[in-house]
RNA sequence: GCCGGUGUGGCGGAAUUGGCAGACGCGCGGGAUUCAAAAUCCCGUGAUAGCAAUAUCGUGUGGGUUCGACCCCCACCACCGGCACCA
């Protein structure tokens, strides 16, 4: 037994003493409720940030203390392990990716363990692994069999300085992430998921999920982006094509005086075939095709566009309006071209000031300041309708419905609904990730590997330039193999898969990890599935926590897994800063969890960060909260330590307190009240900060009894175990370490969480809280649920009471039992 | 522009949801201990006035509901985050 709190040597005393018990393994076990606590798995980039420790040491808490509190708890680690700084350290360094990163992992494992997490570390994945993306490619396979996966030319990001392809996520306000060159589009031909079929289901699922936060549920609403409106049919003039426009506002339809197409819409080239626009507009596509997404997509650029020389026909009035191409309409929503209504529409509004088109208005305002026939901008609010032919007088809103069932009877036009979401581009020109299972055949055309013969190997005979195609294809032994369908020579798919692909199904394969026939087992993932609760940054609301529930549901629906959704409850945490700013190189505000460890320990930096703040809000990093957390932990160890030696002495403490004085009573309410509150605030609200001082406040209580006259052993005992008991989720290596240090020869990891006593929490006499006008006046001390009138007699006898209602009428007396008496007076 | 969030001491943050605003921690001030210092233990710490008891003010701003509002309602301001030419 040290006198001082030697953190060095307890923290690796007993995460060894862990490692070896395999104190967090676990298995399927009928006989008690399940929970499954996930953190989003990093990736391994060797070095563990603030990030990392706040999300594990949140997560840890939860499962510790669930395993307490007597769930068989399902707590996994892993690492996403597939991606692109492999491989640029592949060219820049010349290591190859897959070296790099196993040595990384190791790496990460020491982190990890160095933190003191309760993981199971028979489950980890590495996605990175054959065994693992042997069942990616499966899954992909399974998909392509339904006919949700193809492949398609089309328009992707592009970077023509690192010559390569380039997922959404890599362009960073328009420019290449790498070399920040600006992006341009190129046609390609691309690997899809149709994650579309999906999207009512996508939305409609969110209703269901009450576990998460409304932030990200809505920000994934607005991703899927439905909206409800009409297809029309409009006729071009000299011409047997119509041009299928979609519209929310069909209500405006009067008031459309020409029309646009998008650059790219399949009709453009043949209507102005042959004709003397013909150069310009080809001009136009050109010039869109090498503009650069943060030029074609900014609000503030002027509007641009050519007309086409053609009229198309509006159905509701027989006018003949003209037909623009403009880059303001897109060809992947919708049907790629508008009716443009300019009185109502900020955007065909620029457009048509710009080109001097007319503006014809078909919603009345209603309101003297708006010159309809001189609009300053679009009207866009409601209003009575005019213009309209039989429609006029009708509001706006109601003639929505109206103007589409019209359209319905006159077979021009129909109820639609259009999402925002698009498939999922998941082919990566890039070396260090899954393989695509896909062969090409002359004959047969596009057909997968057989299955038995997964996985389809990364070759390791390949180049790494940064130029060009996938590496993949600079192997020899890779592309030529023979067609699984007919047996002819074939080549394979260069290209590998997104990366969020493999984190979109790593929470199954933790239910089973070594399963070598399946992905996993669905009896397995049926026992453990739904994951519980989730935690992991608001960065990945959209994109991998979408992805993952289209997965989950795809694989529900073969017949995998029961549940439709994956994760019942989500944490979204909040950043960590320093100085008002995001931690970053370029700010020189990083703290690594590393530096902290040494110099005061793992256990005192999960405090810290557990402490400091609510897990979802920001967490401000301060190094004299820190240098705080860890004086609470030896104030921690010197209480104990001098109870052991000076007070307890050998003798070791048992039984029942006898008759308790006052300062017995009150340190008996302080040991159940913060039983009481940590439970709630672990348990329940994931309110840590308030868990944490509330120990502290019995910690101040201890040592205020401890300095005071005389000790009554077996309570102060009691106060000392739960003290170490409750702690022990946040810190364990110390509470380990005080546990065995009095005595005990179990270990807390497996202890049973304490209940609480609610007699204790009973207090004989209660403060009650004299007001007059509902302000403070004076305090009573009255006993415990001292009834209504004994209550406002001894508050009316009060001086102060007497003093302020002399003279006056009491109109009315507010009485909240063990609380308040209030006196209203005139 | 649209959607979401947050505004409380010198600082991080509490207030169990309409009932003592500022728990707990940091910082700061004082005391004990020490030859001295560090560490430790104890006390104090929203602002203004006062020796004091005490009084007044006080949760971004302005209004409202209520016996009583950080909490509910209306209007506004500031900052942060997400999406953004989605028809």
Known sequence: MKDRYE???????????????????????????????????????????????????????????????????????????????????????????????????EEMDRQLSSMGLSYDWDRKVATCKPDYYRWMQ????????????????????????????LANEQVVEGKCERCHTEVTKKNLSQWYLKITDYADRLLDNLDKLEGWPDKVKTMQRNWIGK???????????????????????????FGATYMVMSPEHPYVDELVSGSEVEADVREYQESVKHKSDIERTSTTTEKTGVFIGRYAINPVNNKEIPIYISDYVLMGYGTGAIMAVPAHDQRDFDFAKKFGLEIVPVVDPENPDIDLYDLKEAFVAEGSMINSGKFD????????????????????????????????????????????????CEDCGWVPEKEENLPVLLPTDVEFTGKGESPIASSKTFVDTICPVCGKPAKRE???????????????????????????????????????????GVEHAILHLMYARFFQMFLHDIGMSDVEEPFENLLTQGMVIKDGAKMSKSLGNIVSPAEIQEKYGSDTARLFILFAAPPEKELDWSDEGVEGSFRFLCRVYRLIYDYIKDI?????????????????????????????????????????????????????????YRNGKEINLPLFNKAVETLVTVLSPFTPHICEELWTMLGHEDRLYNKEWPSYDESALVLDEIEVVVQINGKLKDRLKLPNNTEKEVSIEAA??????????????????IFIPNKIVNFVVK
Request: net charge neutral.
């Open 7 to 105: 953190f060095k040597e307890i923290e690796a005393k007993w995460q060894k003493i862990w490692a070896d018990e395999k104190a967090f393994k676990t298995v399927e076990d009928d006989s008690k409720e399940k929970f499954y606590v996930l953190e989003m798995f990093p990736y391994p980039s060797g070095k563990l940030h603030m990030g990392h420790a706040r999300n594990y040491s949140i997560g840890d808490v939860i499962a510790r203390f669930k395993k307490m509190a007597g769930y068989n708890v399902l707590h996994p680690m892993g690492y996403d392990s597939f991606g692109l700084p492999a491989e640029n350290a592949a060219i820049q360094h010349n290591v190859e990716p897959a070296k790099w990163t196993y040595e990384n992992m």
């Open 138 to 165: 499966w899954i992909f396979i399974q998909f392509y069999k339904k006919g949700l996966a193809y492949k398609k030319d089309n328009p992707v990001n592009w970077c023509p300085s690192c010559n390569t392809v």
């Open 227 to 253: 909206s409800y409106g009409a297809n029309i049919d409009f006729r071009i003039k000299d011409s047997d094509k119509v041009l299928e426009v979609f519209t929310t506002r069909a209500d405006t339809l």
């Open 393 to 440: 007088g009708m509001n706006n809103i109601q003639a929505i419905p109206a103007m589409i069932d019209w359209l319905n009877e006159q077979g021009i036009g129909d109820k639609t609904v259009n999402f925002r979401l698009r498939d999922w581009l998941i082919s990566r020109q890039r070396y260090w990730g899954t393989p695509i299972p896909m062969i090409y």
């Open 494 to 536: 260069i290209d590998t898969m997104d990366t969020f692909l493999d984190s979109s199904w790593y929470y199954l394969r933790y239910t089973d990890a070594h399963n070598e026939n399946l992905p996993f087992a669905k009896e397995k993932a049926d026992y453990w599935m739904k994951v519980d609760q989730y935690i992991g």
């Open 648 to 704: 307890r002495g050998d003798e070791i403490v048992c039984g029942d307190s006898a008759a308790l004085t006052e300062a017995d009573k009150n340190l008996n309410y302080m040991i159940n009240s913060t039983i009481k509150k940590v439970t709630e605030d672990v348990g329940g609200r994931f309110n840590f900060n308030t868990a944490i001082s509330s120990i502290m406040e019995l910690v101040n209580a201890m040592y205020k």
């Open 796 to 813: 009316k006898s009060l001086d102060r009471v007497k003093a302020e209602t002399d003279g006056k009428e009491i109109v009315k007396i």
